[in-house]
């Protein structure tokens, strides 16, 4: 199949998505039912309303800092490929139709230089805090209306602390979790006192909002179409970005490929791959202070210090030779928890510089250190972080 007729295809399909789209919206605007106002038949039970037998209170919401300190990694990466198509999140990453977002956690909300911000984003001042970032990821438009960004949020709130934790990590410096507040006593006792009252100005607001419904019919027509057209947009957009999605896996698989073979065919031939002895030479020959400098990436999922807790990740005290998967007190997934065998320096190396084509499945989100002298002074800072060090083979 040639590129002409496959687009073709895919054209076709985008057409009758759109189509569908189209359809049901404008099904729901001409044929909505109209519901009676009273019930044909009242129960004794309609009389009373939820809030005289206590059942009026919504469900206490989940504080974005509880989200966050649960947060999946694996799947904030998965989230930010609706951002991919306008953005990058490499380090010195070039801009797209959005600024590079890499080190966004933290930074200030016109943080790049080279970028054309919208007025009323450049108006803004602050600084991309965790509070921030959520109210703009919910409703871009409703936090900075007149933005140019066309995203129209995510609403799921565990979507949105998921994407914001593995942000952060994308960060020379990622900051600290918010603290996770008590909860607050639940106050329904006194608003008990106030249900009858409410439920009389409930019943005069709805009268007053039937009589104004002739007068609103035509903006909520109008708001529907306009909803409508983003609904069209936004499928498009969407399978704009499966589609690059799916040419982006397909050329990192092949060139995934090529490295693979590049790779294999330079250690046959006595290349220059560091492993073995050659990464432990490196690692004698780091700097504990750069390293400690370099954990920096890794502080805000992992704690360094004796006797302090588990984050997102496992605290990392005395991790040099101890056995994989082995803090009772964590949950390793399925893949670490069967791995097996003890963190040696060889293993550190090759599971830090790839954590992912180390061991399949776990569930770090972190894409790994690639620069091997940033890479041996990290592994050199955490032997360090031990009452006994592990002894390096053939140091002096």
């Known amino acids: 199949m040639n590129s002409f007729e496959f687009n073709k295809i895919a054209g076709g399909v985008l057409v009758a998505l759109l189509l569908v789209v189209c359809i049901d919206k404008l099904s729901n605007i001409l044929y909505a039912p109209e519901l009676p106002e009273h019930a044909a038949v009242e129960t004794e039970a309609d009389a009373h309303s939820d809030a005289d037998v206590g059942g009026g209170h919504d469900a206490p919401e989940v504080s974005m800092a509880a989200l966050l300190a649960g947060a999946d990694l694996e799947d904030g990466e998965g989230q930010f490929k609706k951002c991919k198509s306008c953005h990058t999140i490499e380090s010195g990453g070039a801009n797209g139709t959005g600024p590079n977002l890499y080190g966004i956690v933290g930074n200030a909300q016109a943080h790049s230089a080279d970028f054309g911000y919208s007025a009323v984003l450049s108006d803004l001042g602050g600084t991309w805090t965790f509070e921030e970032l959520d109210a703009f990821l919910t409703s871009p438009k409703t936090y900075a209306n007149g933005t140019k ?125 560091v492993a073995g002895s050659a990464a432990v030479a490196m690692i004698a020959a780091g700097s504990v202070e750069d390293g400690e400098s370099v954990s920096r990436k890794c502080s805000s999922c992992h704690t360094f210090d004796e006797g302090d807790g588990n984050r997102v990740g496992p605290n990392l005290w005395n991790v040099v030779d101890k056995p994989i998967a082995s803090d009772p007190d964590y949950s390793y997934s399925d893949a670490m928890e069967a791995e097996g065998g003890n963190w040696t320096y060889d293993r550190l190396w090759t599971y830090l510089m790839d954590p992912k084509a180390e061991i399949p499945g776990t569930k770090m989100g972190f894409r790994g250190i690639s620069d091997e002298e940033d890479l041996a002074s990290l592994i050199l800072y955490m032997r360090d972080q031990s009452n006994e060090p592990t002894p390096l083979p053939g140091a002096e």
Do not use: C, K, Y
Request: glycine share 4%; no cysteine.
């Open 149 to 273: 960004m066309t995203f129209r949020g995510i609403s799921d709130g565990e979507d949105r602390a998921n994407l914001i934790a593995w942000l952060n990590t994308q960060s020379d410096a990622p900051l600290a979790l918010p603290a996770v507040a008590e909860p607050v006593a639940d106050e329904a006792a006194e608003d008990m006192t106030d249900t009858h009252d409410d439920a009389a100005d409930a019943a005069d607001d709805a009268a007053d909002d039937a009589s104004d419904t002739g007068d609103d019919m035509m903006d909520d027509v109008t708001e529907a179409a306009d909803e409508m057209v983003d609904d069209v947009s936004e499928a498009a957009d969407d399978a704009m970005d499966s589609a690059s999605d799916a040419l982006d896996d397909m050329s990192e698989s092949a060139t995934d490929a090529i490295d693979d073979m590049t790779g294999s065919a330079t250690d046959a031939t006595g290349g220059t791959a």
